[in-house]
């Protein structure tokens, strides 16, 4: 794939772009998930023979998890938010900028369309690096959600705000370093990232 190849380069570019004003970077995979009160139905363990039996709720109240995932160090930023639209991602990113001002972020991203902030004032400690269509296994932090949604199946809540107690309650207290770390590693990033520095 073409970005593969000339990840390296781009990596070691923007890190000698930066250096001068940043002495700390982190690589981030980003990405958007919705959450809300219609049932997320999947499989679970009966007896042999006995079908499973599950509550299920149809409704259309959603919230979204906006969340960077670091594949480096297991560092994450996650918001909840409702909505998918550029003003809110890019409201977002001046909050995730202030997280660890002195960092240089490196954020690989897709290409949804509310993902161009092409009119808005990017801040100096984050850039992007976007990833062909159709290829969601060069952005393992959508590997993160299908984590969550393993404890997120088969439940009823009553109402959105339970959904969002819930999700907080997940990233707080069940979303480790080393979870972040096993699930977002992708050989090819961190091999091109830590060539940068091996130097």
């Known amino acids: 794939m073409r970005l593969l190849k000339k990840l390296p380069v781009l990596l070691d570019q923007i890190i000698k772009d930066k250096s001068s004003k940043f002495k700390k970077f982190n690589l981030y995979f980003q990405d958007e998930s919705r959450f809300g009160l219609k049932t997320h139905v ?45 003003e809110i991602f890019y ?42 269509p159709y290829s969601p296994e060069l952005n393992p932090s959508e590997k993160i959600w299908a984590y969550i949604k393993k404890d997120y199946k088969n439940r009823v809540f009553e109402n959105l705000e339970n959904v969002k107690n819930w999700l907080h ?3 707080k207290n069940k979303l480790s370093v080393n979870q972040i770390l096993s699930i977002t590693h992708n050989k090819y990033f961190l091999e091109a990232y830590n060539g940068c520095f091996d130097s």
């Open 169 to 171: 309650d997940f990233i």
């Open 42 to 86: 999947g499989r679970c363990l009966t007896a042999r023979g006995v079908k499973p039996i599950v509550q299920y709720q149809h409704a259309f109240k959603n919230t979204y998890l906006y969340g960077s995932f670091s594949p480096i160090n297991g560092d994450s930023f996650v918001y909840e938010i409702e909505g998918t639209t550029s």
């Open 91 to 132: 409201e977002y990113i001046k909050a995730f900028s202030e997280y660890k001002k002195n960092e240089m972020k490196i954020i690989v991203i897709d290409n949804a369309g509310f993902h161009s902030l092409a009119k808005y004032d990017m801040p100096e400690n984050i850039t992007f690096i976007r990833i062909p």
